[in-house]
T-cell receptor, first 112, second 113 residues
Framework: QKEVEQNSGPLSVPEGAIASLNCTYSDRGSQSFFWYRQYSGKSPELIMSIYSNGDKEDGRFTAQLNKASQYVSLLIRDSQPSDSATYLCAVTSKTSYDKVIFGPGTSLSVIP | EPEVTQTPSHQVTQMGQEVILRCVPISNHLYFYWYRQILGQKVEFLVSFYNNEISEKSEIFDDQFSVERPDGSNFTLKIRSTKLEDSAMYFC???????????FGAGTRLSVL
C-alpha cells in the first residue's frame, strides 16, 4: 500500500467553483498534515497545515482531517485560474516527525 | 517575508564529478531538510538535519551523499560522484520544529551529463 495517495487528475473546475482535493495515507500514527501547491518547474509552496481532526480555514482554503478514516482533504472556494497547479498532500511518518512523505499530487485546472 | 535561498539555480556536471548544492535556511529555523524531485515524479525526502547532525535519512541518501552546516547560515548537500540518475530538482527546506511546516527554497536543478 502506498504511503500517501492522491488522484492524479487532472481535475477541471470552472472559475468560481469549489475544487475538492482528496488524500489518503497509510500510517495511522501520522500526526502532521500539509497541503502544498506546486506550479510547473517551481518549488512546493505551503498552503496550510493541519494537526487535529476537523476543519481549518484560511481565506479561500479549508483543510479537513479525519484521522480515523486516514483522510485529509483541501477545499478551494471561488477557484481562480491562478489556482491551476499541482496540489501536494504531505504527511509526517508515524516513526519520525523528521520525515515528511509526499503524495504524487493532483493536477488542478481552473477554466475561465 | 523570510525565505529559504538556494544556489545555484542550475548546475550542470559530468558523471563522476562532485557537486555541492547550497542553501540558506530561514534564520530562526532549527531543522533543515533536503528533498529531491525527479522530473515528473513526486517529491522525495532525502535527509533531515538538526543540532549539527543528521536526524533522519532515507534509503536514497547513501554514502555518495553528505550534508554539512559549515557556518551559522549555510546548509550544504554534497554528492561525491554524480550518476546520471542523480539528475533532478533538489529542494532545501527548513522548519521551526520537526512536526511543523517545511518551507522550501526555489530549488537547484542538477543535470548530470
Amino acid at each position: 500500500q502506498k504511503e500517501v495517495e492522491q488522484n492524479s487528475g487532472p481535475l477541471s473546475v470552472p472559475e468560481g467553483a469549489i475544487a475538492s482535493l482528496n488524500c489518503t495515507y497509510s500510517d495511522r500514527g501520522s500526526q502532521s498534515f500539509f497541503w502544498y501547491r506546486q506550479y510547473s518547474g517551481k518549488s512546493p509552496e505551503l498552503i496550510m497545515s493541519i494537526y487535529s481532526n476537523g476543519d481549518k480555514e484560511d481565506g479561500r482554503f479549508t483543510a479537513q482531517l479525519n484521522k480515523a478514516s486516514q483522510y485529509v482533504s483541501l477545499l478551494i472556494r471561488d477557484s481562480q485560474p491562478s489556482d491551476s497547479a499541482t496540489y501536494l498532500c504531505a504527511v509526517t511518518s508515524k516513526t519520525s516527525y523528521d520525515k515528511v512523505i509526499f503524495g504524487p499530487g493532483t493536477s488542478l485546472s481552473v477554466i475561465p | 517575508e523570510p525565505e529559504v535561498t538556494q544556489t545555484p539555480s542550475h548546475q550542470v556536471t559530468q558523471m563522476g564529478q562532485e557537486v555541492i548544492l547550497r542553501c540558506v535556511p530561514i534564520s530562526n529555523h532549527l531543522y533543515f531538510y533536503w528533498y529531491r524531485q525527479i522530473l515528473g515524479q513526486k517529491v522525495e525526502f532525502l535527509v533531515s538535519f538538526y543540532n549539527n547532525e543528521i536526524s533522519e535519512k532515507s534509503e536514497i541518501f547513501d554514502d555518495q551523499f553528505s550534508v554539512e552546516r559549515p557556518d551559522g547560515s549555510n546548509f550544504t548537500l554534497k554528492i561525491r560522484s554524480t550518476k546520471l540518475e542523480d539528475s533532478a530538482m533538489y529542494f532545501c527546506a527548513s522548519s521551526v520544529e520537526r512536526q511543523r511546516s517545511r518551507y522550501f527554497g526555489a530549488g537547484t536543478r542538477l543535470s548530470v551529463l
